[in-house]
């Protein structure tokens, strides 16, 4: 069974950086699309960044353009989010996601179970 597993969220204030993690498992890492989602209550989740493990070709919500940058380590299995210059309209519960395409969350079959990330003006 496909896991997905966050870590890495918590709170820091605007202007603050945060890195990511999901570590995934019986997952054909190789050749899949992973991508990070957010949501906040009462909005629907949205794409922020996606990453095709075949190549590395990235994906970036253009909220996010130039702040946020996702990678993957395909030797740990794992794809990163490195989030920088954060704002308090970033704070949302993350979660990564495999399966999809792009950064469609409905495209996408297996969840993690998600991450708080609270950033503070």
């Known amino acids: 069974q496909v896991q997905l597993v966050e870590s890495g969220g918590g709170s820091v204030q605007a202007g603050g950086s945060l890195r990511l993690s999901c570590a995934a498992s019986?997952?054909?890492?190789?050749?899949?699309?992973l991508g990070w989602f957010r949501q906040t209550p009462g909005k629907e989740r949205e794409g922020v960044a996606a990453?095709?493990?075949?190549?590395?070709?990235?994906h970036y919500a253009d909220s996010v353009k130039g702040r946020f940058t996702i990678s993957q380590d395909n030797a740990k299995d794992t794809v990163y989010l490195d989030m920088n210059s954060l704002k308090p309209e970033d704070t949302a519960v993350y979660y990564c996601a495999a399966g999809g395409v792009g950064l469609a969350p409905t495209s996408y079959n297996v969840w993690g179970q998600g991450t708080q990330v609270t950033v503070s003006s």
């Open positions: 019986a997952l054909n890492f190789y050749k899949n699309y």
């Open positions: 990453i095709y493990t075949g190549h590395g070709t990235a």
